[in-house]
């Protein structure tokens, strides 16, 4: 690509264009345009989504897929391991809470629901909150 397109791309915030023209295959003009355009918007997502797990800080790189699932996790009875990992819980503005004792998955569970969410465009922070028994 000539150093004048490259600027052009540039000006014209297409930050991967550059990159996939070629690999693009060429059959007619408009179907070209289509495809480049939906690999930019696609690279656009993918690295949309990795921002945002940068900025939501998280303390390790698990994942939903890596979680074994097993009798150690209930659910309550309005809610199934399918509605959580599809984050229908995020669109019903609803909380999740896990609790559990140490060692049963909780936090791989919020990280990999973190992460999820993060690449499908929702902003996610990551706190840990140490509760202790409070004596009144």
Aim: net charge positive; aromatic share 12%.
């Amino acid at each position: 690509m000539s150093d004048r397109l490259k600027e052009m791309c540039k000006s014209l915030r297409l930050a991967y264009v550059a990159d996939i023209y070629e690999k693009v295959p060429f059959e007619n003009p408009t179907q070209y345009l289509e495809t480049l355009f939906q690999q930019e918007f696609q690279l656009r997502d993918t690295a949309k989504g990795e921002r945002l797990i940068k900025k939501a800080r998280f303390i390790n790189d698990k994942e939903l897929d890596h979680f074994q699932w097993g009798s150690q996790v209930k659910f309550p009875p309005q809610i199934n391991r399918e509605s959580l990992e599809g984050l229908k819980f995020i669109d019903r503005k609803e909380n999740v809470i896990l609790t559990g004792s140490p060692g049963t998955g909780k936090t791989h569970i919020a990280t990999g629901l973190g992460r999820k969410a993060c690449r499908q465009g929702y902003s996610s922070n990551f706190l840990v909150f140490p509760f202790g028994v409070i004596n009144l």
